[in-house]
């Protein structure tokens, strides 16, 4: 069994997910969000007093609130397979206010591997697939050429959070054709 809570946000409202023990965080996604808890495997039960829960909104308050909590305050056990595993791990690596390339993540995963290179379409699936969005910084994620494409909870959002953050997007674009727009 998986519980769920909602959160209100300047974002909207945020669906928040834990196992069954209520001990970690195993999604967060915003309202009309692609792929809304579809890594959950099961149904989720609404339950507001789970204190994971509770540690999370302090969380989120703080960050909408400007501050730069660290993502190691919260116990999160994203679900899926080691390729995207491996993906997330890298997403938690990028700094507040900073951006990665889906080509960097590729090297990075190819390096990981023992491959000599990697698709940056495969990385760009599994970045879209982060069931723990804002907290594990999909939303930091950037084309090479400045293209800010590839959010799940839409490119408004995705600009919202990085202006939030601080990110000059100066250079940077909303293309005209992509995914998640």
Not at 92 to 102: A, K, Q, W
């Amino acid at each position: 069994m998986y519980y769920s809570t909602t959160y209100s946000s300047p974002m909207g409202t945020i669906t928040l997910a834990c196992d069954d023990g209520g001990n970690n965080i195993v999604g967060l996604w915003t309202e009309g969000q692609k792929y809304h808890g579809d890594t959950i495997p099961d149904a989720m039960t609404e339950n507001n007093h789970m204190p994971v829960f509770h540690t999370a909104k302090k969380w989120l308050d703080r960050y909408f609130a400007g501050e730069k909590p660290d993502i190691s305050e919260l116990p999160l056990a994203p679900i899926g397979g080691e390729f995207r595993q491996g993906v997330w791990s890298i997403l938690r690596e990028i700094p507040y206010g900073e951006v990665m390339t889906y080509g960097s993540i590729a090297k990075k995963m190819a390096e990981k591997m023992g491959k000599e290179s990697m698709s940056s379409q495969a990385v760009g699936g599994a970045v879209g697939h982060n069931p723990i969005s804002i907290i594990i910084p999909c939303h930091r994620v950037v084309g090479s050429n400045g293209s800010l494409t590839g959010f799940a909870g839409g490119v408004q959002i995705k600009i919202r959070l990085l202006e939030l953050e601080g990110v000059d997007l100066t250079g940077m674009f909303v293309p005209k054709k992509g995914t998640a727009l």
